[in-house]
């Protein structure tokens, strides 16, 4: 049987000469509308504006959120006075409340203003006052809390560092009228420094015979660790022995590979003690800072000896031979002689050797600027 497939069209889809297949469309045109054009004149009015807060808030309830506010204000005050750091007058400190900083005479001394406020002592609240022959250290004190650009600032020390240095030096001067603890802890400190002098610690001298040591290395030019520390330590030695300690014989304390130090003979101690002990406050504080910065009190007392205009300084009996004067980049480069020595060779790390180099040479700036004056306190 053969199935056959029929196409089933449906007589609603059949075209028929009755239906038509166009769309009808009107012709008739719309109305014009009437535009009635307007007469008013002057501005616009103004939008309408909702009604204040406190018009319908009750006076009460105002009252009550205001206390409110106020509440968690001081409460988040407290909480960031509590936290490390924290400081409930932060806010007061972010503004720096002086325009101009002077350096005036006031009664034969010289004081840094703050437009017409003098500085004055952190801790004791008294005027700092420098002496008349110093305006080197008052121009710049002043010129370091000129580049503040806030009062919170002047809070951190790493900020006014030579403001901390000044602060030093008129507390030993206050403290020597009462017990003298601040000297003799400072006098104590500084000595322990010679028994481990940066100056008097030498590497292993070279061995020509095993060229791969590392004492036995030689810089850009032919020379050793061990003769460049020499010459640096001989020359700084020999001025103290001939002009500030005459007669005294000092040794090194470490040589080579020993690590235990030696003791210097009998007596240096007990005369390098006095002549610390007998510095005038700006002295010692000079001497403080400086050793502690260059790890060497030989360095230190060389730079107090040079430029005092105190009684520890040779003023006139500097002897003048042509020799440059021991500023800080030569006091720098002798606290640092085995650093530059590694760096020259491998290298510096960024962010470190250089950072460390510039504060070095900061505060032995700092030391000299203490010390340093016109000779008329003499």
Not at 344 to 367: A, F, M
């Amino acid at each position: 049987m053969k199935s056959s497939a029929r196409l089933l069209v449906s007589p609603l889809r059949q075209p028929t000469a009755s239906r038509s297949l166009t769309r009808c469309i009107h012709t008739i045109p719309p109305n014009p509308a009437n535009v009635v054009p307007v007469y008013g004149t002057g501005p616009p009015p103004s939008p309408p504006q909702p009604p204040a807060p406190e018009a319908t808030i009750d006076p009460r309830i105002a009252r009550r959120r205001k206390q409110a506010e106020m509440l968690q204000t001081a409460k988040e005050l407290r909480a960031g006075a509590k936290q490390p750091g924290g400081n409930s007058k932060q806010t007061l400190l972010k503004k720096r409340f002086w325009k101009d900083v002077t350096v005036n005479e006031v009664d034969d001394c010289l004081e840094v203003h703050l437009d017409t406020r003098p500085l004055r002592h952190p801790t004791t609240k008294d005027v700092i006052r420098l002496p008349k022959s110093k305006p080197n250290l008052a121009f710049a004190l002043a010129l370091e809390w000129d580049m503040l650009t806030s009062a919170q600032q002047a809070t951190k020390h790493h900020l006014i560092p030579l403001t901390s240095t000044v602060c030093r030096a008129l507390d030993i001067r206050a403290d020597d009228d009462k017990k003298g603890e601040i000297r003799k802890n400072i006098v104590t400190t500084v000595l322990r420094y010679l028994d481990t002098d940066t100056l008097l610690c030498f590497a292993a001298p070279p061995d020509p015979n095993n060229p791969v040591l590392a004492s036995s290395q030689l810089n850009d030019a032919g020379r050793s660790l061990r003769s460049v520390q020499e010459e640096v330590a001989v020359e700084i030695i020999g001025f103290l022995t001939s002009n500030v300690w005459p007669g005294v014989e000092i040794n090194p304390v470490l040589d080579g590979e020993s690590i235990m130090p030696k003791a210097q003979k009998p007596g240096v101690r007990e005369i390098i003690e006095g002549w610390v002990s007998g510095l005038d406050a700006w002295e010692l504080a000079a001497l403080e800072r400086a050793t502690l910065a260059g790890k060497s009190l030989l360095g230190a007392a060389r730079i107090v000896a040079e430029w005092s205009e105190g009684e520890a300084g040779l003023g006139q009996r500097r002897p003048e031979n042509g020799q440059k004067r021991f500023g800080i980049e030569e006091a720098a480069k002798a606290a640092s002689v085995e650093v530059d020595w590694q760096t020259d060779r491998w290298g510096e790390v960024e962010d470190t050797h250089d950072v460390e180099k510039e504060d070095l040479r900061r505060q032995l700036g700092s030391s000299i600027l203490l010390v340093a004056g016109t000779g008329t306190a003499r």
